[in-house]
């Protein structure tokens, strides 16, 4: 099977003693620049395509969120690289503010163990640079990791994977959509309440509320299940990235390896020809029924009348997926533990929750209920939601149930990235946090898919390919120069591979 490059965006919530959010913008732009680990700011735009509809179209414009537009009315937007105020690390992530909020887009990974844990050295980055912002201007900031401020915004958190172009629009959407729908159930990180469509207690999913539609390609507005922007960052003859909107921003880091290791199978299926064949005529609607049974089966409504379940939807893929025989052991242990998962939500709750956010979540807020006597109605239960998912570990509530055994065992990250990276496969993000680290005096912009480089009195550019997994071997050379023969070389052998 093909190495299937992956990546996430995760946008951070936040507050700052004494700010509002008429001031969130700039907080933001300075939150980003507080960071005191160091990187580059030069990151190229021109190559961005927001627009560009994979369904062979470009929109005149993006929708924009109401919120947002009435907060913004009046003020003078700086210009915008400026406002992003955007830095590539030296570990090839980007870190950056996404129209009020700090954003950090993981480096692009072939391993899904490797994605976890750059996702986790992510809430390490944003927590120093909002320790630093807060010493920066004598305010507490509080940093969380969530998907909604309970004031009718919601932020994301995006997934990016590498696809061929030969696949169509329609193939492509057909085979993804029902395990974006299906895959919550092991996968969402829970909310109390509903910004939409209530009463609702307790639902799977914190993004439930805000998939409107089937498919489109916006972000902020309109959001749909199946996002349509077809911006590659790469060759875009020879690629799509597949752009998912509609996930969670997870605190389990298991349940971060799963969510992406599911798209993943889906993925490979397509490849096969194989993909389960689910008509499901209204994805946002069956999207909010399975978020909105945290107590049952979920269901997913299908043409004529039909309808079936998560579980039934996601044994599909699995199914197909264990008769692929695939050399990918990853995978394969995401195959098993899904499916263990879905049998211990019936008959080993208490072992479930340990490793799915939403059941850890809601576990938590019911000992409080219970305790003081309360309604799933009642206020206080969102504030709870909302302590689950702030970063400080001396006071976030998912850091207590980590501490108290209730969820799976910590990651030793420090040890681990310093123990590990060597030994993953390095694709092109790879590549681009050792140019920043090494030779950032000859850097003169970066994209996702190239980096050019000062050399004499000459600018030379060199393209990072999405597909090939780079020798770090061949790239430990002390001359830019040889650097760039290095790089070139591995394009070269693997073009013609």
Request: proline fraction near 5%; aromatic fraction near 10%; charge should be negative.
């Amino acid at each position: 099977m093909r190495p299937i490059l992956a990546g996430i965006e995760t946008e951070y919530g936040f507050t700052v003693e004494g700010r509002s959010v008429h001031d969130q913008i700039d907080d933001s732009m300075a939150f980003v620049r507080a960071f005191p680990g160091g990187g580059l700011s030069l990151w190229d735009y021109r190559y961005e395509s927001p627009r560009h509809d994979l369904r062979g179209f470009d929109v005149k414009a993006l929708a924009y969120d109401a919120i947002d537009a009435r907060f913004d009315q009046g003020r003078a937007r700086p210009p915008a690289a400026e406002e992003r105020s955007d830095r590539v690390l030296t570990n090839g992530a980007r870190f950056y503010n996404d129209h009020g909020h700090p954003e950090y887009a993981t480096p692009e990974c072939f391993s899904l163990r490797e994605l976890m844990l750059h996702d986790l050295a992510g809430e390490r980055v944003v927590l120093q640079a909002a320790r630093a912002f807060s010493e920066k201007i004598g305010r507490d900031v509080r940093v969380y990791k969530n998907n909604t401020d309970y004031h009718g915004a919601s932020y994301g958190t995006h997934e990016s994977y590498l696809v061929p172009r030969r696949h169509s629009f329609a193939a492509l959407y057909e085979a993804v959509t029902p395990l974006l729908i299906a895959r919550q159930v092991v996968c969402g990180v829970g909310k109390v309440g509903a910004e939409a469509k209530g009463p609702v207690r307790y639902q799977l999913s914190a993004r439930a509320d805000f998939m409107q539609e089937a498919y489109n390609l916006e972000t902020l507005a309109r959001r749909p299940v199946f996002n349509t922007r077809d911006e590659p960052h790469a060759d875009p003859d020879q690629w799509i990235r597949l752009h998912v909107i509609c996930g969670d921003a997870n605190l389990i880091p298991s349940a971060t390896r799963r969510k992406v290791g599911l798209v993943k199978i889906a993925l490979h299926l397509l490849d096969a020809g194989l993909a389960p064949t689910w008509r499901i005529p209204d994805p946002a609607e069956s999207f909010q029924l399975t978020s909105r049974d945290a107590d049952g089966e979920g269901r997913i409504v299908l043409e004529g009348m039909n309808w079936t379940t998560p579980r039934q939807v996601l044994e599909s893929y699995l199914d197909t997926f264990d008769g692929l025989n695939s050399g990918d052991e990853e995978l394969k242990s995401v195959a098993r533990e899904t499916r263990q998962l879905l049998e211990d939500r019936v008959t080993r709750p208490d072992e479930f929750r340990r490793h799915v956010d939403w059941a850890a979540k809601r576990w938590l807020l019911d000992q409080f209920r219970e305790a003081e006597g309360l309604s799933w109605f009642d206020p206080s239960l969102q504030s709870l939601d909302l302590a689950y998912h702030l970063l400080d570990r001396e006071e976030g509530l998912f850091f207590g149930l980590v501490e108290a055994g209730e969820v799976e065992a910590e990651i030793p990250l420090e040890d681990v990235i310093e123990r590990e990276t060597q030994a993953f496969e390095w694709g092109r993000a790879h590549v681009r946090g050792l140019a920043v680290e090494k030779f950032a005096p000859q850097i003169r912009t970066l994209t996702w898919s190239n980096i050019t480089f000062s050399v004499g009195d000459d600018l030379v550019t060199v393209p990072l390919l999405p597909d090939l997994r780079y020798d770090p071997a061949s790239l430990g050379v002390e001359s830019v120069t040889d650097f760039i023969a290095a790089i070139r070389s591995a394009n070269a052998a693997h073009e013609t591979s």
